[in-house]
């Protein structure tokens, strides 16, 4: 049995939602479909769900809310009126809508995820709708059935309950159409994924269900080794294993959502990223392993806004604990770090910079001082991760000085090294302004044509 997942573009309108019903109809083992809410039709055009979060924003701080829900309603019923519905299917979604704009304000949080979340959720109903209308027996199934989330302020991720509740979703004749993006906590309030969740919600389905395949339908033939805005047709990746593409999508390829991986990796199941556009094609297999070819290196990502921050000691090495308090400040800021260089002295966190307000730096940098007596405490910013992977990087003598050769010859200086013990992974910290010139080098140097003789 197969799960699939359809990206925004893959439902942004009528034509590709044709598209969808052929894929589906095209394999019976397709039993079970996650859906995003209608995404870009063409280059500037604005995802529902930024529609959404603006409305969301016009219910909360007296703002034209009559005209911004007119938009996402007809945005709907264009859609509807395409593909040949009725008018039931748009005065449900209208209704949805005007009960959710409705819904109690106290908690804002829970207001803009209730809205943000309505776009998979009536993109859902209209899609089941549509299948229905042509002869393929399909089904809505809502979220409120069993993905169970956990409580904020972490981070939203399923509970293991999820998985029980959700074993049998696919024993029906009908087809599954699944809203992604979002689930309930345990008292019933619903809660949304990062973006780009809907992705994670298809993983869950396949985990649940314990797919053969979890196919995740995009807008691209193949998850590319470089990103081709940088950098000129690069070459397309046929098999990747989780590790190296959950390194790859942590910095920067956005074709996947990070955490996605979890749930199926956990139980070994297959995923294959794939264009609706182009189903024949054969896409991207993630795998728990792949064979090695000759090239060491899989893909180069590059991510920008991650700030550092320095600190020094003279002797810190010999001090039972520092690493342990330093971090200690940082997740009482409730801030997650991504990496931890160190030297005898010294010791670096980077960070998502995102996470970061002037207020909370003054208070790490004052506490740090006063509490660990650092000689010097400091954040930088406007840095980026470059991250070279590949399972062939193993024991692949020679790799970093290649590397650091490659980024030399731009000119540009690199601010810090990091190395995982798996050694799938090579992190350059770098000045954003020289990311993409430092991308174009390493490509070249790790994918130029291998030559045979
Ligand atoms: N619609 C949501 C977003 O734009 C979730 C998704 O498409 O995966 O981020």
Redesign the pocket.
């Given at each position: 049995m197969i799960v699939c997942k359809f990206?925004?573009t893959s439902v942004a309108n009528a034509e590709q939602i044709k598209k969808v019903a052929n894929i589906v109809k095209s394999n019976p083992a397709r039993k079970i479909i996650a859906v995003?809410?209608p995404?870009k039709r063409f280059g500037d055009d604005i995802?529902?769900?930024d529609l959404l979060i603006e409305l969301a924003d016009a219910a909360l701080h007296n703002g034209n809310v009559v005209q911004k829900l007119q938009v996402v309603v007809n945005r709907f019923k264009e859609i509807a009126d395409d593909l040949g519905l009725d008018n039931t299917i748009c005065e449900v979604i209208a209704k949805d809508m005007q009960e959710r704009i409705a819904y109690d304000k106290s908690d804002e949080f829970v207001f803009i995820d209730n809205i943000k979340a309505s776009?998979?959720d009536n993109n859902a109903k209209l899609i089941a709708e549509y299948f229905n209308s042509i002869g393929m027996p399909a089904k809505y199934v809502s979220p409120k059935d069993g993905l169970v989330l956990n409580d904020p302020p972490e981070r939203t991720y399923a509970l293991p309950e999820t998985y029980d509740n959700l074993k049998d979703l696919a024993n029906g004749e009908e087809i599954v159409v699944y809203p992604?993006?979002f689930g309930y906590t345990k008292d019933g309030t619903l809660r949304t994924f990062d973006?780009?969740?809907?992705?994670i919600t298809g993983s869950i389905l396949a985990a649940s269900v314990r797919a053969d395949l979890y196919e995740n339908f995009t807008d691209v033939d193949c998850v590319f080794s470089a990103n081709p805005k940088v950098v000129n047709d690069p070459v397309g990746i046929s098999e990747i294993t989780y590790r190296e593409m959950r390194e790859l999508s942590y910095s920067g390829f956005s074709v996947f959502?990070d955490e996605a991986l979890m749930p199926v990796y956990k139980l070994g199941i297959p995923v294959n990223v794939k264009n609706t556009n182009n189903p024949a094609a054969p896409g991207t297999k993630i795998l728990p392993t792949r064979t090695l070819t000759g090239r060491p290196v899989t893909g180069i990502s590059a991510d920008s806004n991650f700030s550092i921050l320095y600190v020094s000691k003279y002797l810190m090495n010999r001090e039972i604990g520092f690493g342990r308090k330093l971090l200690q400040i940082i997740e009482e800021e409730r801030i997650s770090y991504e990496h931890t260089p160190s030297g005898l002295d010294d010791i670096s966190i980077i960070i998502r910079s995102n996470q970061l307000t002037e207020e909370k730096e003054k208070r790490i940098v004052s506490r740090v001082k006063e509490e660990l007596h650092a000689d010097d405490v400091y954040f930088r910013h406007g840095i980026s991760m470059i991250v070279i992977v590949g399972e062939g990087m193993r024991n692949n003598t020679g790799l970093a000085a290649r590397a650091a050769a490659a980024i030399s010859r731009t000119g540009a200086n690199i601010e810090m090294i990091n190395q995982g013990s798996s050694e799938v992974s090579l992190v350059f910290g770098v000045l954003s302004q020289t990311e993409n010139q430092i991308l174009r080098a390493l490509y070249d140097e790790f994918f130029a044509p291998i030559t045979v003789g």
């Open positions: 990206g925004g995003s809410a995404g995802k529902v769900t776009g998979e992604g993006f973006r780009g969740g809907s992705d959502h």
